[in-house]
């Protein structure tokens, strides 16, 4: 995962909501992007600061439930089928 340029940041949180939108990136995260919200498994919320988020898959992320990469340090890899299971 790249880190966001400050514009980007400004971008993303100034964009107008939208139905929430889930992609799948072959190898790594899911990309969660719209109005959403995430809770935790005690129901509270779990706050994010952009409207686009990273969510993890691989099970290492340092930052769970985000993204922080080390899918890509752990060679995680996808079954290619789980690619349009969502």
Same mark, same amino acid.
């Given at each position: 995962m790249s880190a966001a340029s400050p514009l980007d940041e400004q971008n993303? *949180?100034?964009?107008?909501?939208?139905?929430?939108? @889930?992609?799948?990136c072959p190898n790594g995260p899911l990309l969660v *992007?719209?109005?959403?919200? @995430?809770?935790a498994a005690n129901g509270g919320k779990i706050p994010r600061r952009r409207r686009t988020v990273a969510l993890c898959r691989c099970g290492a992320s340092g930052i769970k439930p985000y993204c922080d990469g080390t899918h890509k340090l752990i060679g995680f890899r996808t079954k290619p089928d789980t690619e349009n299971a969502v």
């Open positions: 993303d *949180r100034h964009a107008p909501l939208s139905s929430p939108e @889930i992609v799948v *992007r719209g109005d959403f919200t @995430i809770a």
